[in-house]
């Protein structure tokens, strides 16, 4: 099995070089080879090292590249924009949407607060403001959440989730039920 990977790596000129560079005095013939195994151990791990996490990060970035958000993110090409414009409604329901697949199965229900929601005329964009309530039907925790939606982009500009508080009916359950 060892003489089989060997030779394959063998074979392969990166993992030559590799193996000369880890092993200098180390003979190309299997049979010339003294005991085995590499001289130096530490250079090994170190490289081995390196090319696993190189691999993880690769990995991690190809996972939630789907997740980030890039211009044209939720825009529909079936739709006429000239005749339906970008509105409110998009906003809201891009937020709603990002929410969902924030929290999870942890979303009981979210709501948006539509006195503080609005168009900023400034920027540009959507200013959502939105309740989050986390946990089951009863016992739930709200989290606050802002998301900025810029219109021309079709993509959130940013979205941020704040500390949860305990609900007025959870905390009226913790005071009948006596617990602290």
Known sequence: MSEALYKFFNDQPFFRHLIEYLAPNHSSDPDVEENGAFQHPVRLLMVLSLAVFSGLIIVYALQ???????????????????????????????????????????????????????YDPKLGIYKVFMSA???????????????????????????????????LMTRALKVISFKK
């Not at 009863?138 to 900025?148: D, T």
């Open 64 to 118: 939630t590249f789907s997740e980030r958000e890039r211009p044209g993110k939720y825009f529909d090409p079936h739709r006429d924009y000239l005749r339906m414009p970008f509105d409110i409604n998009d906003a809201t329901g891009i937020c709603t949407h990002k929410t969902e697949l924030r929290f999870g199965e942890q979303l009981v229900r979210s709501h948006v607060d539509n006195h503080s929601t609005r």
């Open 133 to 167: 309530q986390l946990g089951d039907l009863y016992i739930y925790e709200e989290a606050p959440v802002h998301c900025f939606v810029n219109p021309r982009e079709h993509m959130i500009s940013h979205y941020r989730t704040f500390e949860k508080r305990q609900s």
